[in-house]
């Protein structure tokens, strides 16, 4: 039983092409992410969502659009695929640091976006 | 800007060698330090992780060495093994933990 799952696990696609992907997560965490993984492994932050409230915004292009219509699930949509968009993109869950002083976030395996 | 610098960027070692992974922080808001281990194909995971107020902490074959005033912390893998071979991150989170800030990564591989 997955606890954090995301689709599609590759995804290939043409400049300029607007594309989506899903995040879920079965493990009642309150708080859920996006990372951005390069060619040389760098993990970067995009978002950051607590309880569907969007509260880090990195500076991300604003063709990345995250949407959170619940605690379970975040998606990332994408508009107007640029050739440099091509990277692996993780999205992680954690619980409510401040309520219950746990940290550490659970990672799905991926999406690995390619943009030709 | 790198926030949390990691060295080496990759690291050979022999079967029960101890490889040592440094990381180094400026920002004294941050207040947690996991490291996680990724393996190819798969998402990161947490493998250890250590407040400022300990100087060392010890799960399995993993230990983590914290020096607050330089503001360096390390990861020690005892009696290593080839399925230890991995991506390794450092991390450090300010209090909330809602910004986690990877290190570069350094990847592993331990010959049998």
């Known amino acids: 039983d997955t606890a954090v799952s995301q689709t599609p696990k590759y995804l290939v696609t043409q400049m300029g092409n607007d594309k989506s992907i899903k995040c879920e997560q079965n493990?009642?965490?309150?708080?859920m992410y996006w990372y951005k993984q390069d060619s040389k492994k760098f993990l970067k932050i995009m978002f950051s969502?607590?309880?569907?409230?969007?509260?880090i915004n990195e500076t991300v292009p604003n063709r990345f659009s995250p949407k959170s219509p619940d605690k379970a699930h975040l998606n990332l949509h994408i508009n107007s695929l640029e050739l440099g968009d091509s990277a692996v993109y993780f999205c992680?869950?954690?619980?409510?640091?401040?309520?219950?002083?746990?940290?550490?976030?659970?990672f799905g395996s991926g999406t690995r976006l390619t943009v030709v | 800007q790198q926030q949390v610098k990691q060295s080496p960027q990759s690291l050979i070692v022999q079967k029960g060698g101890i490889p040592i992974i440094n990381c180094a922080y400026e920002?004294?808001?941050?207040?947690?330090f996991p490291w996680y281990q990724q393996f190819p194909g798969k998402g990161p995971a947490l493998l250890i992780a250590?407040?400022?107020?300990?100087s060392e902490k010890k799960e399995g074959r993993f230990t983590i060495s914290f020096n607050k005033s330089a503001k360096q912390f390390s990861l020690h893998i005892m009696d290593s093994q080839p399925g230890d071979s991995a991506t390794y991150f450092c991390?450090?989170?300010?209090?909330?933990?809602?910004?986690?800030?990877f290190g570069a990564g350094t990847r592993l591989f331990v010959k049998a």
């Open positions: 920002n004294t808001a941050f207040d947690y």
């Open positions: 992680a869950s954690s619980q409510d640091f401040v309520r219950t002083g746990v940290y550490g976030y659970t």
């Open positions: 493990l009642g965490h309150d708080t």
């Open positions: 991390a450090a989170s300010p209090t909330g933990g809602f910004k986690t800030i």
């Open positions: 969502y607590n309880n569907k409230e969007l509260i």
């Open positions: 250590i407040r400022p107020d300990v």
